[in-house]
């Protein structure tokens, strides 16, 4: 590194957590000639490694090494293949019953057992959760009934009602298959403190922890049964993985220009041709899924006139944020998902940005410019509040162009403060969060109503203090997608869902959102799985001496 590089990075070690990441890429470089261990670098920690919780970026990114799933799905094709299961399973023909054949040869890193028996616990706890030991269900799993062990190598699921999304549920890190030891936890045996405890089947196992900042995983030498469909097979090339938290992305590309550390996630935009110059990969991949997005509270009052919906849509440049903020890797968006999303509908037409007619749309609903240019009427200004979606990229920084751009039209735009508990608690209230901005990962059709609908994350707050639907149309769309046992129909279901999202002006998408990793030259083999959590089976690591 150049010597500003390196008073940077010699400043920064007076913080506690650059502090933590220089002294463990340190030990990292001063071994790296017959060191086989890959230093990763996450600017957040993980919170839970209960795989239904796993969404959140370093939650998964952990219980992705940890655990085995019943199913593989490409993240390329998005196909799906056998993994634990030796063949893709017999459905009924209303998918209520999914009957898999499973491998008998399988153990967990303390030695025990995969059965049947010990599958069926997973998603019988998965399915249903259990109020008692605060662990929810999986969001990825509707209508879920009971599990049943036929015998020593097939299991049964029965689902109440159609649950033809639960084929790919059993593909996600949401359905890591986790020992019996592990199952008896509640939700702290899951959190920080305890990750050695928690016990998969996967290629790798929790050698130590400090909480909050570091983890150790070391490769499991008997693994041997990763899914077919990977050119690598057994045990993974790589001796462990070292997780270091690197809040501050100046630590993190620093440590990976100077060959400190392997891979980084989360680089924005302005650092990736920069990175490039120094010969680091730059690893970008789309969840495939709901885009990143402002989703509207339609039944807060001043946003209850479609008028007004309409005109803020219009009044946003997209493409001027997306030239001012990002790259190439983040695609505008044009519907509510991407463009790789199954089920994806072009939409673009509604989106284009025409701020003459939100002025227009506005002074119809009977909004006028007051004194200082707000619009006001009967004596109340035009003013929302959004949330700042913290593990969003460059979220406050949106927001802030997006205030300014509303400003413009006369619509008083607040950025939410706080941290990442007080942005969850304020955007369940349509009081604090009118304009809610968002995104979801998921690579299945249901991925449009784990985001819109009621009793899932109800992004646009579609219900009554009574639990009833505020737009009861919108959640019969919804349900048709969750509920058709056909692709095809699921297909369409997805297609409707989003045209009328679009009538209702429901949202604004802004871009189809990235995860993106910065890469040493010293890595081959590195790919995201299908929502871009990474998965370091595949990656071999080729030392040179001395580094840079």
């Given amino acids: 590194m150049g010597s500003k590089t390196v008073k940077r990075l010699k400043a920064m070690a007076s913080i506690i957590t650059a502090a ?22 996450e600017p957040q920690f993980f919170r839970t490694l209960y795989p239904p919780a796993a969404g959140f970026y370093p939650n998964g990114a952990v219980v992705n090494q940890l655990t085995d ?5 490409d993240p390329e094709t998005l196909e799906l293949s056998p993994w634990i299961a030796t063949e893709l399973p017999q459905v009924n023909q209303d998918a209520t019953e999914y009957t898999f054949n499973v491998r008998t040869d399988v153990t967990y890193s303390d030695g025990t057992p995969m059965t049947t028996e010990n599958i069926v616990r997973n998603f019988d706890l998965f399915g249903l959760g259990d109020k008692d030991r605060r662990l929810s269900s999986s969001e990825q799993i509707s209508n879920y009934e009971r599990g049943e062990a036929v015998d020593e190598d097939t299991v049964k699921f029965y689902f109440s009602a159609p649950a033809p999304g639960f084929l790919q549920a059993t593909s996600t890190y949401n359905a890591g298959l986790l020992s019996d030891s592990t199952l008896d936890f509640d939700d702290e045996g899951f959190g920080p403190g305890n990750a050695t405890q928690v016990i998969g089947s996967g290629p790798f196992v929790v050698e130590s922890e400090k909480i909050g900042t570091d983890l150790m995983l070391r490769t499991r030498e008997d693994y041997d049964w990763a899914p077919p469909a990977t050119e690598h097979q057994g045990r993974a090339s790589v001796d462990g993985v070292h997780y270091i938290l690197a809040s501050e992305e100046s630590v993190r590309t620093g440590a990976i220009i100077s060959a400190q550390a392997d891979i980084a996630r989360q680089i924005s935009a302005p650092q990736e041709p920069l990175l490039r110059e120094k010969g680091v990969d730059i690893v970008s991949r789309g969840t495939n ?12 009052p001043t946003l209850q006139d479609k008028r007004v919906r309409e005109a803020i849509i219009h009044g946003i440049d997209r493409e001027e944020i997306l030239r001012v903020l990002f790259s190439d890797s983040y695609p505008l968006a044009t519907s509510s998902l991407a463009a790789t999303a199954l089920g994806y509908k072009d939409q673009s037409a509604a989106y284009t940005y025409d701020p003459e007619l939100s002025r227009r749309l506005l002074d119809e609903a009977g909004w006028v410019p007051g004194p200082d240019g707000i619009r006001v009427k009967d004596g109340q200004r035009l003013s929302f509040r959004t949330n700042t979606a913290i593990p969003q990229p460059r979220s406050k920084e949106v927001m802030t162009m997006v205030q300014d751009q509303l400003g413009d039209l006369g619509i008083d735009f607040h950025i939410n403060a706080g941290d990442q508990a007080t942005q969850n608690a304020d955007a369940k209230s349509i009081d604090k969060v009118q304009l809610y901005h968002m995104m979801v ?10 985001m819109y609908a009621k009793d899932s994350r109800d992004a646009l707050l579609n219900q009554d203090a009574e639990g009833n639907a505020l737009d009861p149309r919108l959640e019969e769309l919804l349900d048709e997608v969750t509920s058709s046992p056909e692709q095809e129909q699921r297909r369409k279901a997805v297609e409707a869902v989003q045209d009328y999202l679009t009538e209702q002006a429901y949202l604004l998408p802004l871009f189809e959102e990235p995860v993106v990793y910065a890469v040493s030259r ?23 001496a001395g580094g840079e």
């Avoid at 799933?69 to 799905?73: G, I, T, V």
Wanted: charged letters at 25%; hydrophobic letters at 40%.
């Fill in 20 to 41: 933590a990441v220089m002294a463990g890429c340190a030990a990292h470089a001063e071994s790296k000639e017959e060191d086989n261990v890959l230093t990763y670098l």
């Fill in 522 to 544: 010293e890595v081959t083999g590195f790919r995201p799985e299908s929502v871009a959590r990474p998965w370091f089976y595949e990656v071999e690591l080729h030392r040179t």
């Fill in 441 to 450: 990962g998921r690579a299945d059709y249901d991925v449009i109503s784990s």
């Fill in 69 to 73: 799933r019943l199913l593989f799905q």
């Fill in 289 to 300: 899924s709901v885009n990143n997005q402002i989703a509207f509270r339609f039944n807060y």
